[in-house]
């Protein structure tokens, strides 16, 4: 217990406050944000809902089976009953809206059927076991509370990725505590992680996997390979495979960091490095291992399924490979003169870029596109300060290379893994949509957090805590402008 007391005590006070800003500011976009309205929210319900009611995980009907399961009476009152529209504002009425509770809190639904959680059926269970306990603290509760406390334990996780963000910019800039404080907080504010922490979504476990990954690496590279960054890395790897598997295109840059780490750590000390990388390699692969096996032998789903990384739609075999490849580089890169156009629209703005500024919602809305060009306009000199924090630094750098490698390689595998995904869908599934969306490069929040950093650190100290003021009020009013937009959308 003291040994505990004592690590808690050694976190950083700011590190605690930026987390608990995070949380306020999910707690803010849960309650704003009318329920289902969250991407897939509804099939992240029902999943979590099934474990909590039956105590087994959803199982795949399989290929053979034609009717799957329809929703469970309180879903489908929930649905019908809920002013739902994708084109403009829902109508609300005052009277509709008591007749509904009225008839909610009557209770008496079935809650048994799997429902919509068969479409959120791929992904592995880590985050639906956590969400269940919620769930069943609020069973005597209508569905809508049932919902709003699931949705706390989501806040609660943006606290943790915000947290793991502070901690490795505090390995990462070591001698810029200023800094790491403006990276956090910019970070709890940024408007996607708060409407996507304010809903139902394993992304919200998957971004907090990633930033004690990141956090693992850093503090290994900056503090030697031990037991203990072995488990964070191991640990971190684990929870992110057992919450969504797109965790699998981080895999390459963890592998080569701790290829570097051993290759660099002195030959006396290289016993211990190699048994803390063995202890990151079994604690990643042996739960994982478990999973697969279970899932093949008691879920019925197949490799994919059980991954959790593509459904059964999209199986099949792997097409033309120059055609993949071009797909891939157009969705970051503009297209060359030889090859075929593969999007109506510019990927990098339009999907990444607009989706990490902000499309809400269902992406059905967002901020007018001068905002955007606006936006884009701020980024320009945040790179520029960044760019010149390294430049000034060049000379410590050359004896991190390998470090600046491996989040680069962590970054490039990772959305080459989501458009290899994202080709396999507008192939096989529908030729007429887009898998990408900006919330898949969510993992990566910590790198955005480094940047905001670096922007502080190379305006120097004489510059660098009015630029880090100006960037965390930016960063509050971009945040509280979003909640207006949505509750204009919703509600005025």
Not at 43 to 60: F, N
Not at 275 to 285: D, I, S, W, Y
Not at 445 to 457: D, F, G, R, S
């Amino acid at each position: 217990m003291s040994e505990a007391r004592s690590r808690l005590a050694a976190v950083p006070r700011a590190a605690l406050v930026c987390g608990a800003i995070a949380v306020v500011n999910g707690v803010c976009w849960a309650a704003v944000t009318p329920i289902f309205w969250v991407p897939d929210e509804v099939s992240h319900v029902g999943y979590a809902q099934h474990i909590a009611e039956t105590g087994r995980l959803p199982s795949d009907p399989g290929d053979g089976v034609t009717e799957r399961p329809g929703p469970s009476e309180e879903q489908n009152f929930l649905r019908k009953g809920l002013p739902f529209s994708v084109e403009g504002r829902p109508s609300w009425s005052r009277a509709r809206d008591k007749q509904f509770k009225r008839d909610l809190e009557k209770g008496g639904f079935d809650r048994s059927r799997l429902g919509e959680g068969i479409a959120a059926g791929v992904h592995p269970p880590l985050y639906y076991l956590a969400e269940a306990v919620p769930y069943r603290l609020a069973q005597e509760r209508t569905l809508l509370d049932r919902v709003m406390a699931m949705r706390l334990l989501s806040t609660l996780l943006a606290g943790v990725t915000v947290l793991f963000t502070f901690l490795f910019l505090r390995e990462l800039l070591p001698r810029s505590p200023w800094a790491w404080t403006v990276g956090g907080l910019v970070t709890a504010f940024q408007p996607m992680l708060g409407f996507l922490a304010g809903g139902v979504t394993n992304d919200n476990l998957s971004f907090a996997a990633s930033a004690a990954l990141f956090y693992g690496i850093a503090r290994a590279f900056h503090r030697g390979l031990g037991f203990a960054e072995g488990a964070i890395i191991g640990g971190a790897v684990a929870t992110g495979m057992l919450t969504k598997a797109s965790t699998i295109g981080l895999l390459p840059g963890v592998a080569f960091a701790l290829a570097a780490l051993l290759w660099r750590t002195p030959t006396a000390a290289r016993r211990r490095a190699l048994l803390a990388a063995g202890v990151a390699v079994v604690a990643a692969g042996l739960p994982w291992l478990a999973w697969v096996t279970y899932s093949r032998l008691t879920v019925g789903a197949g490799p994919a399924p059980a991954a959790g990384l593509v459904s059964d739609s999209v199986n099949g075999d792997l097409g033309d490979l120059r055609e993949q490849v071009t797909y891939i580089w157009q969705a970051f890169l503009p297209r060359l003169p030889f090859m075929a156009d593969q999007f109506p629209y510019y990927p990098p703005w339009e999907v990444y870029f607009k989706g990490f500024i902000g499309r809400f919602g269902w992406f059905e809305y967002g901020f007018p596109d001068a905002w955007y060009r606006v936006a884009a306009a701020v980024l320009v000199p945040i790179v520029a300060l960044a760019g010149l924090a390294v430049a000034r630094a060049r000379r410590s750098l050359k004896g991190r290379w390998s470090e600046v490698l491996s989040y680069a390689l962590m970054a490039g595998s990772l959305a080459i893994a989501i458009e290899f995904v994202a080709y396999r869908y507008h192939e096989v599934v529908n030729q007429s949509a887009f898998f990408e969306q900006g919330r898949y490069l969510f993992p990566l929040l910590p790198l955005y957090a480094a940047l905001v950093a670096l922007a502080v650190k190379g305006a120097g100290r004489r510059w660098g805590p009015a630029v880090g003021g100006f960037l965390v009020v930016l960063a509050m009013g971009h945040s509280l402008f979003s909640q207006l937009i949505t509750i204009s959308r919703f509600y005025a």
